[in-house]
Every structure is written in C-alpha cells, then in structure tokens.
C-alpha cells in the first residue's frame, strides 16, 4: 500500500477508520480475484428478467453488462434483460445494440422520449407483460450499477432451497462503490437486515425489514397485477418504496 499525503492524514488522525478501509478494500478486490475463477453453473432453477432505465450512462454500461453476462448462473439460458432508453443524448444506445447484437435472444433495447425513471420502468414492465415473458421473477438493475458474479447465482440456489415456500420478494444487500477513492463500502443504512445470513419473513411480521429499493429486489411478477406501475409524480427512491409496498 502507498501511503500518500491524503492517507497519512487520516493515519494519523483516525487510524481505526484508516485500517478499516484498508481491509475493506483489500477484501473486496481479493473476492473478486477468487471469483474470476468460479465455475460456471450450466443449468439454473428459474428465470429472471432485468428491467433497466437507462439516461446517458454510456461511461457505466460495459461494466454493467460485463457484470450481468459473466455471471455464474448461465446468462443466455436464465437472464434475460430489457433496457429502456429514456431519450438519452450521449452514446448509450449504440452501447446497448452492441451487446444486443451478440445476444439478441437475451437483450431487448426499446427507445422512448425523456419522461424519467419512473415512466422507463414502467414500459418496460408493459413490454414484458404483452410479450409473455415466462421468467417468474424480475429485478430492476441500475445501469450504473454492477453485480457480484454470484449475485443472481446465489438468489437462484435460495429459491431453489425454498420451492415450498409461497416467496413473493426477495431484498439483497447494497454495496456502495466510490469512483474517486476506488473504494468499497457496506454501510448502507438498511444493511443490518443481512447481518444474521438470510431470513424468511412473513408479509404480515416484516418488524424492521424495510426493502426500499427494487433495483436491489427480486419480485415474484405472480404478485405483480397489471395496474401495479411505478408512481411517475414521485421523486427518484420513493417511487420504488411505493412499488414494492403495493
């Protein structure tokens, strides 16, 4: 480790912080080395189906897409993704068709004028439902996000332990990455929930497991009525709170 100027600093003035970061760092880089090397798993339980907004995030998007295709579970037999454009102005939508290109059985590229977040999603999940998409269970990934290789492996090994479970949602952990710092961080207000390993609640005996984010959810589209939309008159984050309490 180098230490420069910024880091002696915060040595010196609060080492406990500076050797935690350090060891986060360390941690998640080394995770991610160990899971370059993973096998592949061929065959999944279920499907799934990734709706995204996307808005000029053409700087994001290789990372997004390398994270989801090269995921443990089989990408072109368990995922399948629909990008909505939400008129974006920079070099997304060529992005998008690059990849679509190379899985056009798996991804889906629909462009409509700027209406925001809310209104992307929602034709999307139109899309979906129109065309009969048979994956059972979708998620809303950020394009500016990226996944955990074992991400949508390890929600398709806990459904599969769970096939006598009637589970309409499943929340994940949330872990922050900071560009300038190139620095990870599990810190999320609501990241208590995962502390205990994985828990199943009842819809009626939730207690302090507050899922207010869906691109971190996985929602079973049985529970998903038609009129059930993201809420367009709602800023960003308290739409998905209202979509996934209803």
């Not at 994270?67 to 998008?96: C, E």
């Not at 990934?141 to 290789?149: E, N, W, Y």
């Amino acid at each position: 480790m180098v230490l420069n100027f910024k880091k002696l600093r915060k040595l010196r003035t609060n080492p406990k912080l500076f050797f935690k970061d350090a060891i986060e760092k360390k941690v998640f880089w080394l995770s991610g080395v160990y899971n370059k090397y993973l096998p592949k798993k061929h065959k999944g339980f279920t499907q799934y189906t990734i709706i995204s907004a996307v808005y000029n995030v053409e700087k994001y998007l290789d990372d997004y897409f390398n994270s989801i295709i090269n995921q443990r579970l089989d990408f072109k037999k368990n995922i399948f993704m629909v990008l909505v454009d939400d008129g974006s102005t920079d070099n997304s939508a060529n992005i998008i068709k690059k990849y679509q290109k190379k899985y056009p059985k798996n991804i889906v590229y629909i462009y409509k004028e700027n209406g925001g977040q809310a209104s992307a999603r929602n034709l999307g999940l139109k899309y979906m439902q129109e065309n009969n998409y048979k994956a059972p269970w979708v998620t809303f990934t950020d394009p500016d996000d990226f996944l955990d290789r074992n991400y949508f492996y390890k929600v398709d090994k806990f459904l599969s332990a769970h096939q006598d479970d009637d589970i309409c949602m499943i929340g994940c952990n949330v872990i922050f990455y900071h560009e300038k710092q190139k620095l990870y961080k599990d810190n999320h207000a609501l990241n208590f929930k995962f502390k205990n390993g994985i828990q199943v609640k009842e819809n009626c005996n939730l207690d302090n497991f507050i899922q207010l984010f869906t691109n971190s959810s996985f929602i079973n589209t049985n529970y998903l009525a038609k009129h059930i939309r993201f809420d367009k008159k709602l800023k960003p984050n308290f739409e998905d709170a209202k979509f996934i309490n209803e």
